[in-house]
């Protein structure tokens, strides 16, 4: 490592101010702060000193989604090797059919191997597609800018992956996060000026700019001609005895069913989000706000109850492992930069998304799915939920204020008990 280093600085001044790649500073300092940590901290007082930093926060965030990738490859090519032995089809009609040729693998659903090689064929070019658009539209607003690379787009671009349907045109996966990073993000002024999420911002302009490549029966499995609805799609037709015909709540739990390509499994998203609250880089307030949210309205819906809608009768153990609710509530809620700031409107901006996410899902037949469209539901509110949690705030200060000063005892006690 100590080699690595030395080129490094051996390679700073062509890159540096005045030196002959001075234009390419961000992509030099790109990988600099990736391998190490910056040498200009902040060391003394007032500043805050920590030994984490944004590119650190982001990587952990790349790092937490790991289970979810696993899973992503696994259940991807169990799904579509499930549905080639159910249609008596043995071959993969694209070009995904040579390196699994050349790689001795076969299309077998009970092998681990070729369930998770088959699925990796899938994910790995809808990542790889995405991760180079995405970083290309960082370097370039970075260097106009003159700013430095951040590794925001680690997260954003596998995060984004992770929701789309396995067989996406990679043209459209590029198109989506083309407009998520420039629309959703760079447009505000880049990383930390963004309201949006830009990950669910290129997916919403996907979902509503190629519908029938985002929703329906067809677009879960990567099979070409086969059709089957997730369980939120079979709720919303055929109610709970659809779903509950087909898989089981632990089936669910653990992923192996239909959905996003990477949002499927509750277990490896909790293991992600066990891992970010470890780190103390997501907030448990907004996943408890979010979960606390949805099983609050669908308690209310199961308790109204509807002849006409079947979805007011799904129990709320259901709605939290199905769909993409665990995905956006660990992953996309939290995001530091479009989430709230406060303690108490982290709850309330969770707790808003959980709201929302039942309404859009029960109310609204248009739309199965609701998760997404209530995270950026909750990005556009939460700032005025941090505003007014910020001047509730400071009216309780201004009320004990004036007690004091108008020589209450108690309250002033209070008061000074508070301020210690």
């Known amino acids: 490592m100590a080699g690595l280093r030395h080129t490094l600085d051996r390679l700073h001044p062509l890159f540096a101010k005045g030196g002959r790649y001075e234009r390419f500073y961000a992509l030099y300092e790109m990988v600099d702060t990736f391998l190490y940590s910056p040498a200009d901290t902040t060391r003394a007082a007032p500043h805050v000193r920590d030994g984490i930093d944004l590119k650190r926060v982001m990587i952990y965030v790349w790092l937490a989604t790991f289970p979810c990738i696993f899973m992503a490859c696994w259940n991807t090519g169990f799904q579509a090797n ?15 059919q040579l390196p699994l040729q050349l790689m001795g693998v076969s299309h077998d659903p009970q092998s681990f191997w070729d369930n998770f090689v088959l699925g990796f064929w899938y994910f790995a070019p809808l990542y790889f597609v995405t991760f180079v658009v995405g970083g290309l539209w960082e370097a370039l607003f970075a260097a106009v800018r003159n700013h430095e690379i951040n590794e925001g787009f680690f997260a954003t671009s596998i995060l984004y992956t992770l929701t789309l349907p396995p067989a996406l045109p990679l043209w459209q996966a590029a ?33 509503f700019a190629f519908p029938a490549y985002m929703s329906g029966d067809s677009v879960w499995t990567a099979l070409d001609g086969w059709s089957a609805a997730t369980p939120l799609g079979l709720g919303a037709t055929d109610g709970m005895s659809a779903i509950t015909s087909q898989i089981t709540w632990w089936d669910a739990f653990a992923g192996d069913i239909q959905g996003s390509i990477g949002s499927t499994s ?155």
């Open 82 to 96: 499930l549905a080639m032995g159910q249609m008596g089809v043995s071959t993969v009609d694209n070009w995904r």
């Open 175 to 207: 198109l989506g996060i083309s407009f998520g990073i420039v629309v959703g993000k760079e447009v505000f002024g880049g990383t930390g000026k963004n309201f949006l999420n830009p990950a669910l911002t290129g997916r919403a302009f996907l979902f």
């Open 266 to 420: 509750t277990l490896a998203i909790l293991l992600g989000a066990a891992f970010l609250l470890y780190t103390r880089v997501a907030s448990w307030r907004i996943m408890a706000g979010c979960v606390g949210g949805l099983v609050a309205v669908t308690l209310l819906f199961n308790l109204i109850g509807s002849e006409s809608n079947l979805m007011f009768a799904m129990p709320w153990y259901w709605h939290l492992v199905i769909g993409g609710f665990a995905f956006g509530a660990v992953f996309m809620a939290t995001d530091p930069v479009s989430a709230a700031m406060t303690n108490t409107g982290r709850l309330i901006y969770g707790g808003l998304i959980g709201v929302m996410t039942g309404l859009v899902r029960v109310i609204n037949p248009a739309f199965p799915e609701g998760i997404m469209l209530a995270i950026l539901f909750g990005n556009i509110f939460a700032p005025l939920i941090d505003y007014f949690v910020v001047q509730a705030n400071v009216r309780r200060r201004q009320k004990r204020l004036a007690s004091r000063r108008a020589g209450s005892p108690e309250t002033a006690g209070q008061d000074t008990v508070a301020a210690e």
